[in-house]
Each structure stands twice: as structure tokens, then as C-alpha cells.
């Protein structure tokens, strides 16, 4: 090891150790919340006979419901009829069919896509960001806004105080200037909340995109310069200095846009008192496909309906688990699921960053590999680009894409929100957005794991010691 090596493993170790202070700190300020028990999950719940199937015209009767179902499932190797119904005795959120769902690849295919949709709107748009950036493509976004809003488009945008620190309080005050509605989740200054509770470790960490009622996004990707350039997924020509980060996104048409637009008026309403601006928020909404999805909404102190969603389908898998996780620091009951799933047979794969903007979090989250390692869980290392995204699907039929990640942060502490998508069709794009991924990384064998260095298991214990705070 050199010096500076050295120097940089020491530096490393003062911030985790720095950390450890924050966390004392905060379990004194208050209690620490807990997950609930996932291997009786099944067990404690009464699913209905069939799971319920909501459609333009409100909730399908069980005949209509049954045969849509059938038609779309009945070839899969999970019982999707069963764990749809166990799903929704879960969470209590219905399924909704008659969607579109495109899967945007990266960066410059989502950022694309929602400028367009932003340039077309008419009506009104509203965004909900954990990092709202002041550089070339922030710049882009608050300029498309502002001139919507003059245009007489009603704007209301929702930003992580958090996730937006280093954000210019000037480029927020000009798009307010613009008349565009904004509110701070959760200020950082305390005073700003004044008898509201200042909760400075509950984050906005969702990312939602809704135009005029009737177009969504939501996904992984923030509103950053970090996804200009390509991930090279599916664009092998670009230079490796061009490599942007690798995420998730999808656009949605249909029925399930409303459910999006609720979770973002529910966030508005918590965090600001003023009216809602004047616009159309929930137009009729046609069938626009044939995709049948549930929108998981979650908050600290809720029924953390994304985490026993990720559960049941763990539990559930009889084939395979292909999970892409950007930041993966898995509890003891997330580790045992996916332990339990390799030893009975299933495929389980993991794609996880080879490299980190947090430090704290990859070497937190390396804690675990040992225990999957040797139960037969394949663990690859993105090499092209750092990983963002926050996808999963399990035997090529029960997809999610979302803001959330596999740790306690989002599961506990942060408002998340993710996409849960039924059906071969959609199973199959994830399945070669997966297979994508795993050529561009390299298989972590147990062998290397094992003779990893010594400094490195020093950084694990350190940072698996406030993995809850991470």
C-alpha cells in the first residue's frame, strides 16, 4: 500500500467513525424504527380469493378480473394469481390494468423523454425530485418550466432539501419568481418547520414526473447532469470518459397515472397548507394497454408495503431473482430470503456498483457477500458506469422498477416510490435490460471474496456499524 493509500484508507476510516457519533446522536433523539417480521409475512395474511383488478370504470367484478388474469398469466412459472392476491392482503393497494409502460434505458433516453412530455403539456405538470442540480441540464429543466408556466401551464415542483443542499437557493427563487409553486421537503433549518416537527431523517427520495393527468414518469433518475451521457447501455461507440450513470426509468399511459398524481398531492398537502393550483389533475384516463401494475407509495411510519411487496416476491420465487440494486445494504431478513431462495434451487443474481458515490454505503452493504457468496448467490460488479438503478424481476413475470433501494434508508426513513409491473411481456424487457447489464460486469467469485484486504474488512465493520443511518 502507498502512502496515500494509506492516507485514503485513514480518511475513510475517521468519516465512517464520524458517522458512528451521528448515529448515537440519533438514536438518542429518537426511537429507532423497526421492519416488520418477513418470514411470517404469509402466514398473518388473509388474501382474497382472486386479487382486485381496478380499470377505467372502477373495479372489475371477479369474472372480468379472473379471465383477465388467466389470459395473462397462464403460462408463468410463479403462481402470479396467488401472489398478486398475497401481495394486495399485504399492502391493500389494487392492481391496475390497462396500462402502457415503456422502460427507458438511461439517462438521455428518460431525460428525453420528460422534456418532450414537459414541451407538450397544456394543462398542468407536476414534479417530485430527491436532486434537483443547478448545471446544464437543470438549467434546461427550470427554463422548459418557466416558460410553461408563462405559458399559463400550472407548475408545482417538490424538492428534497436534503438530496437539493447544494443547489443555489437563487436557482429555486427564480422559478418561484415565475409563479412556479415550489415546496422543500422537509428544510434542513429547522425553524422552517416551526410546529409542523422538523424530521431531518425522513427524505423525499421519490421521483415522479406527471403531465396533465394523463402521462407519468418515475424510476431512479434525478434532475442531473449526471445522466447526460450514455451509460453505454445499448451505445457501445461512446468513449469511457462519456459515461454517464446507470439508471431506470419508465413512462406510464393509462389508468395508474392517477394513482401517481394522489401520491404526489398526499406529499404536496403534508408539506404545504396552500390550495392546490387550478388545473385539471384527474381527466378521464382511456385503457392505453394492456400492462397490469401496482404503485406502491411509502413513508416513514408507514405499512412499508415496497419491502413486503420485495418480500413475498423473494419468497415466492420458484426460478429466478435477477435484482439490480444501486445501493445494497440488505437487513438480516433481506440476506436470509435470498439465501433461502439459492439453496432451494432458484436463480438468484445480483448486479451491484463496482463503484460508489457513498463510500459509507458499498462498503456497508459488502457485509453481506460473504453469506450470499456461499449459499450460491451470484454477485456481478457493474464496471462501465456508477449503478443507480433500482430494479428487480422474478421469475421473468413480477417486475419493479422505483426510487427505492434494498436498505433501511429507503425502507424506513425515506418516502419511496415503486412501480410493481405484472406479466411476461414487461418481464422480458426487464430480463434483457438484466442480461444487458451482466456482460458489462464482472462475476465477484467467493474465492476472491475470501482473500479480499484486510483494510477493506476494516471499512466493512466500520460502516456496517451505522448501516441503519446510511
Not at 458499498?362 to 457485509?367: R, V
Request: aromatic share 8%; charged share 20%.
Amino acid at each position: 500500500m502507498t502512502d496515500s493509500d494509506s492516507m485514503c484508507a485513514q480518511g475513510d476510516l475517521r468519516k465512517m467513525f464520524r458517522w458512528l457519533g451521528l448515529a448515537a446522536l440519533g438514536c438518542l433523539m429518537s426511537a429507532c424504527a423497526a421492519l416488520p417480521d418477513a418470514r411470517r409475512l404469509e402466514s398473518t395474511l388473509a388474501p382474497p380469493a382472486a386479487p382486485t383488478v381496478t380499470g377505467t370504470r372502477g373495479v372489475l367484478s371477479d369474472k372480468k378480473a379472473d379471465a383477465l388474469l388467466s389470459k395473462r398469466w397462464a403460462k408463468v412459472a410463479i403462481d402470479l394469481k396467488t401472489q398478486a392476491a398475497l401481495e394486495e392482503a399485504a399492502t391493500g393497494v389494487p392492481l391496475i390494468a390497462g396500462n402502457n409502460i415503456t422502460l427507458l434505458f438511461d439517462g438521455p433516453q428518460t431525460m428525453g423523454a420528460m422534456i418532450d412530455a414537459i414541451a407538450s403539456a397544456t394543462n398542468h405538470i407536476n414534479l417530485e425530485t430527491y436532486i434537483f442540480d443547478q448545471d446544464e441540464l437543470g438549467l434546461r429543466f427550470a427554463d422548459l418550466l418557466i416558460a410553461k408556466q408563462a405559458q399559463g401551464v400550472a407548475v408545482s415542483i417538490i424538492y428534497d432539501s436534503v438530496g437539493t443542499l447544494g443547489t443555489p437557493a437563487a436557482f429555486f427563487e427564480r422559478m418561484r419568481q415565475a409563479g412556479i409553486r415550489l415546496v422543500a421537503f422537509n428544510p434542513v433549518n429547522p425553524t422552517a418547520r416551526l410546529g409542523k416537527g422538523w424530521r431531518l431523517n425522513n427524505r423525499d427520495h421519490r421521483k415522479i414526473l406527471i403531465v396533465d393527468g394523463k402521462l407519468a414518469f418515475t424510476g431512479g433518475v434525478n434532475i442531473s447532469a449526471t445522466y447526460s451521457n450514455s451509460s453505454l447501455y445499448r451505445s457501445k461507440e461512446k468513449a469511457d470518459a462519456d459515461v454517464g450513470w446507470r439508471d431506470t426509468h419508465i413512462k406510464i399511459e393509462g389508468p395508474a397515472v392517477a394513482a401517481l398524481q394522489w401520491a404526489f398531492l398526499k406529499t404536496l398537502a403534508q408539506q404545504d397548507s396552500a390550495d392546490l393550483p387550478t388545473a385539471e389533475l384527474f381527466p378521464p384516463l382511456p385503457i392505453a394497454g394492456d400492462k397490469i401494475v401496482r404503485i406502491l407509495a411509502t413513508e416513514p411510519g408507514g405499512e412499508h408495503q415496497i419491502y413486503k411487496a420485495y418480500a413475498l416476491a423473494f419468497q415466492g420465487a420458484q426460478k429466478s431473482i435477477h435484482l439490480t440494486a444501486a445501493y445494497f445494504v440488505p437487513d438480516e431478513q433481506t440476506v436470509a430470503m435470498l439465501v433461502d431462495a439459492a439453496r432451494r434451487g432458484v436463480d438468484v443474481k445480483l448486479i451491484l456498483p463496482a463503484v460508489s458515490d457513498s463510500p459509507l454505503v458499498f462498503y456497508a452493504g459488502q457485509a453481506s457477500y460473504g453469506e450470499l457468496l456461499a449459499a450460491g448467490v451470484k454477485i456481478y460488479q457493474l464496471k462501465i458506469a456508477v449503478l443507480h438503478a433500482k430494479t428487480a424481476v422474478v421469475d421473468g413475470t413480477w417486475s419493479t422498477v422505483g426510487s427505492s433501494n434494498i436498505d433501511l434508508r429507503s425502507f424506513l426513513h425515506n418516502s419511496e416510490l415503486n412501480v410493481v409491473i405484472m406479466g411476461e411481456a414487461f418481464g422480458q424487457e426487464m430480463e434483457n435490460a438484466f442480461a444487458e447489464d451482466l456482460r458489462d460486469s464482472k462475476q465477484l467469485t467467493l474465492q476472491a471474496w475470501e482473500t479480499r484486504p484486510v483494510l477493506d474488512r476494516l471499512r466493512e465493520i466500520a460502516a456496517g456499524l451505522v448501516a441503519y443511518w446510511l
